[in-house]
């Protein structure tokens, strides 16, 4: 089967997305398909370049020319509405690769719907956000869980945080260009059911299938990390949380029940830096920057509790699996897609969303009963053999011949919720 894949970033640009991509475009083409990817181009990495059997074409955009359109130089994001630097470059790649499926993650599909029906190939989008209906792709409206779109409060939310110049033409390019994928995209794949109802697919009744993000089959087997960073970990025990160091990733609430707690082990943070990161931080807490994969992984090897703290409807949570697959136990916000992975007194726990007293008694709890960590542990290891690549890949290629037979616009389906679930 030829595959392309359509990626704004790829690594090693850092991201749950970006590795997402990669393991799976990686995977398919181990499994004797024939993959290559678009992606943008990004400062100091080759215009093209064979990674593990996949070929990789890096691409211009001309919004990313405009560098003050983006807070952050290194992370210039396609526009909601189709680039034309990118099409042509698109309609070059596909003209060269002839793919059967285009497989698209995120707004840089919208430069490829003007050339949907000419390049024949049957087009699926992975949401990994809920960027179908919220131009801000969080679903959050004035620091809650969004109840849905409207008209007049999503141009208020897009422009209060965009500001007029940026928020208007993303409103209004991103509800212009869903109603063209709601017509043009033959299936949705969606990495939670949480994510499929946000982006109303099941109002809309429209095609998808519940596929979630996946881990290696190799991920939580012992490595050799020697990394020098890894020296900064505690020698002992430690609380751990991976991700931005942001309040909607939960982190003032994380930060505040831990200053609570007594006789607590350190808690470290990996992760970027943002600017509404808390200057001080509690005793004992640790906050150590942005860390390669390998190196993030021997620190969850080397943890006791994984803190999945978000007040943000996440859709999935790949932090949760990979610490899953090193036996650590979950304490998670019950929000989102989160619930679909940690199983509430199974392989975690799960807290209501940006409560610091909830989070406290969770992880209280957990620190004064070894035993049920070390089984809560155990649990967990064993769930994830439901998100690794042996299992969710051929799900994905079921579904591409699906796809290609031709059914799919037709028939509405929930596939891969129970096995999220189990």
Not at 8 to 34: M, N
Not at 143 to 158: I, V
Not at 385 to 393: C, K, L, W
Request: net charge neutral.
């Amino acid at each position: 089967m030829r595959i392309l894949m359509l990626a704004q970033f790829y690594p090693p640009t850092v991201g749950g997305e970006e590795q997402h991509v990669r393991t799976l475009s990686v995977a398919l083409a181990e499994r004797g398909h024939d993959v290559a990817v678009a992606t943008l181009w990004c400062q100091g990495l080759a215009r093209f370049e064979i990674d593990r059997g996949v070929r990789v074409y890096r691409i211009h955009g001309t919004a990313q020319r405009a560098a003050w359109l983006f807070s952050e130089a290194e992370r210039r994001h396609m526009p909601p509405f189709p680039d034309p630097e990118a099409v042509w470059a698109l309609r070059r790649i596909i003209a060269r690769e002839r793919p059967e499926i285009v497989h698209a993650h995120n707004w840089i599909v919208h430069s490829f719907l003007p050339l949907k029906t000419w390049s024949r190939a049957k087009l699926i989008v992975t949401l990994h956000d809920y960027s179908l209906v919220c131009a801000k792709k969080r679903l959050m409206y004035q620091d809650a869980p969004c109840a849905g779109p409207a008209a007049l409060k999503c141009l208020n939310c897009t422009t209060d945080h965009y500001g007029w110049a940026r928020g208007v033409p993303t409103v209004l390019g991103n509800w212009a260009m869903g109603m063209a994928e709601r017509a043009y995209v033959d299936m949705f794949f969606t990495v939670s059911y949480a994510t499929a109802a946000g982006n109303d697919l099941v109002a809309h009744d429209l095609p998808f299938q519940v596929i979630p993000n996946f881990v290696p089959d190799d991920l939580g087997a012992p490595r050799d990390v020697s990394d020098p960073r890894l020296a900064q970990l505690p020698d002992d025990d430690f609380l751990l949380f991976v991700g931005d160091i942001t309040r909607d990733k939960g982190v003032d609430a994380l930060l505040h029940a831990y200053a609570n707690l007594t006789n607590a082990p350190p808690l470290v943070l990996i992760g970027r830096r943002c600017a509404d990161t808390a200057a001080e931080l509690p005793r004992d807490v640790l906050m150590l920057g942005s860390w390669p994969h390998d190196t993030v992984m021997e620190a969850w090897r080397r943890s006791s509790i994984a803190l999945v703290p978000s007040i943000v409807p996440e859709t999935f949570g790949i932090v949760a699996i990979e610490a899953m697959a090193m036996g650590k136990p979950v304490i998670a916000s019950r929000i989102g897609g989160l619930p679909e992975l940690v199983d509430d007194g199974t392989t975690g726990l799960l807290v209501a969303p940006g409560d610091p007293m909830a989070l406290q008694i969770a992880i209280a709890r957990l620190l004064a009963t070894p035993a049920l960590l070390e089984q809560m542990g155990h649990a967990a290891r064993q769930k994830v053999s439901a998100f690794r690549a042996s299992t969710v890949v051929p799900r994905v290629e079921e579904a591409y011949r699906e796809v290609i037979q031709g059914g799919a616009r037709h028939e509405r389906t929930r596939k891969g919720v129970g096995a999220i679930q189990s």
